[in-house]
């Protein structure tokens, strides 16, 4: 029973670094290649996430480029230190704060699905600004990376069970482990 | 029971499968950023006194009609009197952009001598290139025209003085017998403006044709000759009567040699009056069993 429950808890725990780690890996060409290009009266632009948030600002949509900022940079790379502290913290095992990282991991899982709007963003440009010679909008390659990295996020939040927080990972000295 | 007397052991893998996420992730990551850095070419810019047609993002640049490069960016220079192009070739097509490469853009044109570049009127303006030999560059001139190809299987070149240009116009044509065996390629005043050089070239199968002894004369537009006992009308062929034309021959006698690349003739205002008569045998090498051209190491004398 209980080394069950310890190969369930260590399995966890691995599928969920494993999933973290996958996705931290594919921030990187998410956020060094273009997700999005656009032609818009003979103006073309390849644009990656940042060069984006940038050109939205220069253009004067500040409220949008802050937006575009917290959903696709800000937040993926807090969800993913967030998880990755509690991932250490739950190697370790309990050390008293099992409370506040509980609630820190709700609130990952809250915010993460926002993370997607670029991703939306992309896909709804592509299918509506489709007007041959004048307009047009393409998504690119780094698109695909930045929506592996956020499902993948999501994954890793959904493999990590927040019970591991509240247990020893000896299981047999502390009998609150029993579930 | 057997089965519990002899539990069958197993540990869990010390490297769960789901670590084969992050090692895929990691292949499929670095693939991207590779294939992304690696299809990027150099960015050349090209100067035009006029870039009508030239769209960014759409333009491309062609090579022997394949797709080199495309248009990143068109914009005025500073001083607003040219504009710029700035052009991404593709990895494969970073050698072309060299020291004495000649860019032009390819408008639909319509003339006597044919249509060309018909496929822009649906595809839009394109560049195009003639590589350079010179070393890598990334700054040029483009050109107002196509260069006058500069390739030596095309034929040979010749050099014609004449003392008015007549009706002569680039790409009208130089023929034999009325039939074309070349075209005007470029013309322009003689240094000490006496004269105008007027560059020919014959084609390939045909330049043998032209020997060192060989007559030249402008066939351009109509000649009337009215007498007593009627009027006589000569008309060149149809391309050259509004072209303009030159036609050429060789006297009978001793065939003299070849005449070589560049070599200058007279353009005579007239045939000479027996030439149509004349009629000495020269073999024609069709472009298969052509003798390979003379190799000369002069440059050509004016680049149009």
Redesign the interface.
Known sequence: MKNSHL?SR??NL??AS??A???A??L??AN???VLYT?NA???RTDTIFSGIVGLCQEGWWVLGVIVFIASILIPLLKLLGLAWLLIVAQRGPDGRARPLTRLYVVLNIIGRWSMLDVFLVTFLSGVVQFG?FAKAEPR??I??FA?AVV?TVMATEAFDPHVLWEHPAGASSPSSAK | MKATDNPKVTRAPSLPLVWVVPLLALAIGSWMILREYLNHGPEITIEFANAAGVVAGKTVLEYKGVTVGEVQNVELDKDLKVVEVRVRLNKDAAALAREGAEFWIVHPEIGLSGVSGLETLVTGAYLAIQPGLGPPASEFKGKEQAPPPLNKELGRAFLLQSNKLGSLTTGAPVEFREMKVGEVEASQLSDDSTRVLIRIRVYTPYVDLVRTNTQFWNVGGLSLKLGLLGAQINTPSIESLFQGGIAFATPDGDLAPPALDNTQFILNNEAPGDALKWQPKIPVHTPENAPPPPIHSGQIPFVH
């Open positions: 190969v260590k399995k691995s599928r494993a999933l780690l996958a996705a890996i594919m990187v060409p060094l290649l273009p032609q003979g103006k073309i010679l390659i780094g695909a990376a592996a993948l």
